[in-house]
């Protein structure tokens, strides 16, 4: 099993940044595939970016140009940082895993998932 723990959410006026995290654990050695999802109140879980193992990557267009997704495989950490927040990004951020190595944009591709971190941005 593979064990995904997001760090770094917060509140944060508009216009500020936050990093978030999320380090895998347990049996990670074929862990390839690594991405960011949000859900907002009401609102179906939706795609934010994703990164394979060769550190390609896809951004929703809705953050492309502010949000930026990287990793660590040293680690298997990846990170999410948020620039020019607004607060409409407001939400529970998840990450999530796969072995696939490909650039995965939709939940039903990910196999493991953190918790989810809380991040809210006031206006």
């Known amino acids: 099993q593979v064990q995904l723990a997001e760090s770094g959410g917060g509140l944060v006026q508009a216009g500020g940044s936050l990093r978030l995290s999320c380090a895998a654990s347990g049996r990670t050695w074929n862990i390839y595939s690594l991405g960011w999802f949000r859900q907002a109140p009401g609102k179906e879980r939706e795609f934010v970016a994703a990164?394979?193992?060769?550190?390609?990557?896809k951004s929703a267009d809705s953050v492309k140009g502010r949000f930026t997704i990287s990793r660590d495989n040293s680690k298997i950490t990846v990170y999410l940082q948020m620039n020019s927040l607004k607060p409409e990004d407001t939400a529970v951020y998840y990450c999530?895993?796969?072995?696939?190595?490909?650039?995965?944009?939709?939940?039903?591709?990910?196999?493991?998932w953190g918790q989810g971190t809380q991040v809210t941005v006031s206006s």
């Open positions: 999530a895993a796969d072995r696939s190595g490909m650039l995965l944009t939709t939940t039903t591709e990910y196999r493991y």
């Open positions: 990164i394979g193992w060769s550190g390609n990557t």
